[in-house]
């Protein structure tokens, strides 16, 4: 029994350890230019709320086995789709938002639903997806469309004076998939069969219905943060969220979860997103730093965390 | 392990067939074109002219754009062959782009050879690196390509301090748009590669060792093939071969761009090797199905250019051509589709 404990949670200590350093040494370095304040804290979360909701749907795919290469350009298209319905076709927010949700919710389901019947790898069919998405973002519309409906102003207002409502939303969302995986039947066949599929199709668990689920969660999640970032810059863009993928599948990485699946926390992606947001808000209160290097601090942490996994898993291995 | 007869050769053209036919398909479908609302007949698309003694036409045209789809994609196969996955190419593309412009157009400005040559290696460096923590420390392939994939960008960046560089110097731009027997450079160039490669997993060893680590990793390692010797070859090759293509698309455009080049090319070549019919899980390989797949992928982005259609739709139409070809390669679908052979 102490096995599994040591390999699932000796990777999420590092994890939160390395966060609060990373905080600590930030607020530390900056702690002239106000960074140790709550104002920023909030604003780590906002700007990287999206990517978190991404990431939150991309941990139950990679938990269960799979990769959704596709939620960046879901992204774009769920963003470009509302902001030309509200602005262009005057439809009200309250109809597009969970229509595109919906819309979402179904494309992830119809990719779970091929990689499950033709047994295709993920890899491809989320690729196919992610060309297919793109694309029907491109065809709706190759501009910006600027959302000016009196909900976003008034959501703007609500962000500006109380809360972030996308950090919010993000939140709400981590606390309800953590629900899911930890409480719920479906969380436990998401590990099972991520862990190994033919044990869990032995096991009598639904495999094929998990499979799907996790990728309709996925699609709704990132639907759901199109939504959200059509609220964050006011606007929807088919290009938003290019090569979103990388960022959301490398914050899960660092957040512990094994891509092999099974093993794995969805508390580790909050962990990893906000490790994602210290560094970039740190990179930026740095100011003769160029964003570029948080690309290159980021891979390096990947190479870190992925070593350490490496060596505990080892030790797992003599141990056993 | 896999005698030369003439089944086990029957099985490899046969693999050949559904790119090909698909390809075929798709080249013909430019001899008919539906202005207003009739079909006519017409052979534009395969009329090639002579210009200043240079062939020119689509099919040229084809050949040569997807030259570095072409070159990362034989690459991809003998990495996919093994049983990995190389997500950094693409990357790999933008740092060696990068390298050779800042070191022609820098203080102290190199030959076009050394810095060619030097582009070449960081990108076989990188392959190499990627190679070592695959084969040395074991890390998964997907995770290990994915650290280069995302640093990788970031490194080019850095080289290039965030600018586009141009380079004017005519033997770099020749690179991609000088030309050798009437036809564009770069076709020589990635037939060259091709004929390296294909002599590499001919002529010696290297497809036995490729293809038993990537049927059964112990096994292999049990029947003494070097497994991680093997790895290093492949990651190292597929990062070569980034870098060659590296270089062709910073000379194609005139300039170095560390956000741009390569994007998603890693993507394509993966894509490339599939339709190809080498499979994600590895094993056998088919490099001359590698080469009909990124024929393939070029020759859909060029009919749709040419056909007229809106730029925006050039992705839904490869979505679904993808999708197609992988459920046309699907053990489930073909299973489904011989039941019903032998029902009949």
């Known amino acids: ?320 | 392990m896999r005698s030369a007869g003439p089944s086990i050769c029957g099985a490899r053209a046969a693999r050949l067939v559904w790119p090909g036919l698909a390809l075929l398909l798709l080249l013909a479908s430019n001899l008919v074109s539906f202005d207003d609302g009739h079909a006519t007949l017409h052979t534009d698309f395969f009329r090639i002219e002579i210009k200043q003694g240079h062939l020119y036409g689509s099919l040229v045209d084809v050949l040569n754009r997807a030259a570095p789809v072409l070159l990362t994609a034989l690459g991809m196969t003998l990495v996919i062959a093994t049983g990995g996955i190389d997500l950094s190419v693409g990357a790999v593309v933008a740092i060696a782009g990068t390298l050779a412009a800042v070191l022609i157009t820098g203080a102290a400005p190199l030959s076009l050879p050394a810095a060619a040559a030097l582009a070449i290696g960081a990108g076989a460096l990188a392959g190499l690196w990627n190679g070592t923590l695959v084969a040395v420390l074991g890390v998964q392939p997907i995770v290990a390509t994915l650290i280069l994939m995302v640093a990788g960008r970031g490194v080019a960046q850095l080289l290039s301090a965030g600018q586009i560089i141009t380079v004017e110097q005519a033997g770099f731009t020749a690179i991609a748009g000088g030309h050798f027997l009437m036809l564009p450079l770069p076709i020589s160039i990635v037939t060259a590669a091709y004929v390296v490669v294909a002599i590499l997993a001919r002529g010696t060893s290297l497809r036995l060792f490729v293809e038993a680590t990537g049927d059964g990793e112990t096994a292999a390692r049990y029947a003494g093939v070097p497994v991680p010797a093997v790895k290093l070859v492949a990651y190292g090759l597929s990062g070569l071969l980034a870098g060659v293509a590296g270089l062709l698309i910073a000379s194609n455009i005139k300039a170095a761009d560390a956000n741009n080049a390569g994007l998603y090319l890693e993507l394509d070549a993966i894509l490339a090797v599939v339709i190809g019919g080498t499979a994600l899980s590895g094993g056998r390989f088919f490099l001359s199905g590698t080469v009909l797949g990124a024929l393939l992928i070029q020759a859909l982005t060029t009919s749709i250019l040419t056909r007229g259609v809106a730029v925006e739709w050039t992705l839904v139409v490869k979505a679904l051509v993808v999708v197609g070809i992988c459920l046309l390669q699907s053990p489930a679908v073909r299973a489904r589709l011989w039941e019903r052979r032998s029902a009949a």
Not at chain 1, 152 to 173: K, N
Not at chain 1, 209 to 228: D, E, F, W
């Open chain 1, 1 to 320: 029994m102490r096995l599994p404990l040591t390999r699932t949670s000796l990777p999420l200590a590092a994890t939160v350890l390395v966060c609060g350093l990373l905080y600590a040494a930030a607020c530390i370095r900056h702690a002239d230019e106000g960074f140790c304040t709550w104002r920023v804290l909030v604003n780590l979360l906002h700007d990287n709320a999206f990517l978190g909701l991404a990431a939150v749907g991309m941990t139950f795919v990679i938990l269960a086995g799979g990769i959704d290469l596709s939620v960046g350009a879901v992204i774009g298209c769920t963003s470009i789709a509302v902001a030309t319905l509200v602005e262009q076709a005057a439809w009200p927010p309250a109809v597009v938002i969970p229509l595109v949700i919906l819309g979402g919710t179904m494309f992830g389901g119809g990719m779970g639903a091929v990689v499950h019947i033709f047994k295709l790898p993920p890899f491809l069919v989320t690729l196919a997806g992610m060309f297919l998405a793109r694309g029907l973002g491109l065809v709706i519309c190759l501009d910006t469309v600027t959302v000016r409906h009196p909900l976003y102003a008034r959501v703007a207002d609500l962000s500006l004076d109380v809360f972030p409502v996308p950090a919010l939303v993000f939140l709400l969302v981590l606390a309800g998939g953590m629900y899911v995986a930890h409480l719920t039947r479906f969380g436990r066949a998401v590990y099972a069969v991520g862990g190994s599929e033919a044990s869990a199709l032995l096991m009598g668990l639904p495999v094929g219905r998990t499979k799907v689920g996790v990728y309709s969660l996925s699609g709704g999640c990132a639907a759901a943060a199109g939504v959200l970032y059509t609220f964050y810059t006011s606007s929807g863009n088919a290009n938003a969220g290019t090569m979103l993928e990388l960022d959301a599948i490398a914050a899960v990485v660092i957040g512990g979860t094994l891509l092999s699946g099974g093993v794995g926390h969805l508390f580790g992606t909050l962990i990893g997103v906000l490790i994602y947001g210290i560094i970039q808000t740190a990179i930026a209160f740095e100011g003769t730093l160029s964003s570029w290097w948080t690309k290159i601090v980021v891979g390096l942490l990947l190479l870190a965390f992925i070593l350490m996994q490496k060596l505990v898993q080892s030790g797992a291995q003599r141990h056993a």
